[in-house]
């Protein structure tokens, strides 16, 4: 049975010692002095000129959590394409409650103004 988990295992113990490694490295190989130039903001290459803080809208923010939702939503009907043949009547009412899912939430994202651009 333990061996079952030893593939597990070794990947947790990589996935932890393999950063520690490269956090020491970094930190080995990092500037010893940087000069005032190396610590200034970096942003497309020019000075910021006036007051830098600028608040923009929400609504652009929302437009691409929505997207990215609806996006990773339809990743799951192409298994359900790949095997339709041999899924059944199950499998089938099934997808269309999950498209009837889908287009509730766009509905409600349209309602509440989610999809406006401006």
Known sequence: MLRSYAGIVIVMIWGIVFPAILLGLSKLFHPKNPT???????ECGLDTQGETWVQFKISYFMYALVFVAFDVETIFLYPWAVKFQSLGLFAIVEMFIFI?????????????GALEWM
């Open 36 to 42: 005032p130039t190396k610590l200034l903001t970096y």
């Open 100 to 112: 009837a899912i889908l287009i509730i939430g766009f509905w409600y994202a349209w309602k509440e």
